[in-house]
């Protein structure tokens, strides 16, 4: 069986619409695969397109991890520190707060056989992938510990999953350059091998009975 049968095997995903999140899992036939994302350029055009791949997260970027964002219920916009004053102003609603909510906008390279892509998490996915735990916690421990927070990111990556893409062309700049963007939707991270090893194999059986 020739490489390219498995890109003919992750093709039906490609072209896919919906809503993302909290949907049930794509058929194993139907992922897709992230050289094979890149070479059909999906999220071209006005319209975004979703895919789901399974990858291996390799790269967590340190540099930002969170915005701190409004308390107000709903609102999520980003806060600014009043100067020289204990408390955070969200001019969207107009509250003012002692404190901001930390909200995940995580970047992080997922790779597969087929090629590497830098995707977006923001804070359902990104807990996920940081073990649970809250963008609170770990804005804290960044500024408090920066070797714990190197040490857990470190521990975070190398983690594998299925992961549920939206991809979508946006405009950058006064050069209106233009790029595919790629969110995360949803994350199941891999803590049974043994079903993903199954599913794997009736992947491959399935392609193998092709005429
Ligand atoms: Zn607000």
């Known amino acids: 069986m020739a490489p390219g049968g498995f890109a003919s095997l992750s093709s039906g995903a490609f072209g896919g619409g919906g809503e993302g999140g909290g949907r049930p899992p794509v058929q194993f036939s139907e992922r897709a695969t992230l050289g094979g994302i890149r070479d059909a350029e999906l ?68 790779s597969d056989w087929s090629g590497v892509n830098f995707v977006t998490a923001f804070n359902k996915e990104g ?43 946006e405009t950058y700049g006064e050069q209106q350059t233009q790029r595919i963007k790629a969110q995360i939707m949803d994350v199941r991270l891999t803590t049974d091998f043994v079903h993903e090893n199954r599913e794997l194999v009736g992947g491959i059986k399935a392609l193998l009975a092709r005429p």
Not at 72 to 87: I, R, Y
Not at 97 to 107: C, F, G, N, S
Not at 134 to 160: H, I, K, W, Y
């Open 43 to 110: 999220g071209k055009g006005s319209v975004a397109e979703y895919a789901e791949v399974y990858a291996l997260i390799t790269f967590i970027r340190n540099e930002s991890i969170a915005y701190p964002a409004c308390r107000t219920d709903k609102c999520n916009k980003k806060m600014q520190q009043n100067p020289g004053q204990d408390s955070w102003s969200c001019e969207k609603c107009g509250n003012t707060y002692d404190a901001p909510e930390y909200r995940y906008v995580l970047t992080v390279s997922l």
């Open 127 to 169: 807990a996920i992938i940081l073990g649970g735990r809250s963008a609170n916690d770990v804005e804290q421990l960044r500024v408090t510990n920066p070797d714990d927070f190197q040490a857990l990111l470190l521990a975070c990556t190398f983690q594998s999953g299925v992961f549920r893409l939206k991809l979508k062309e």
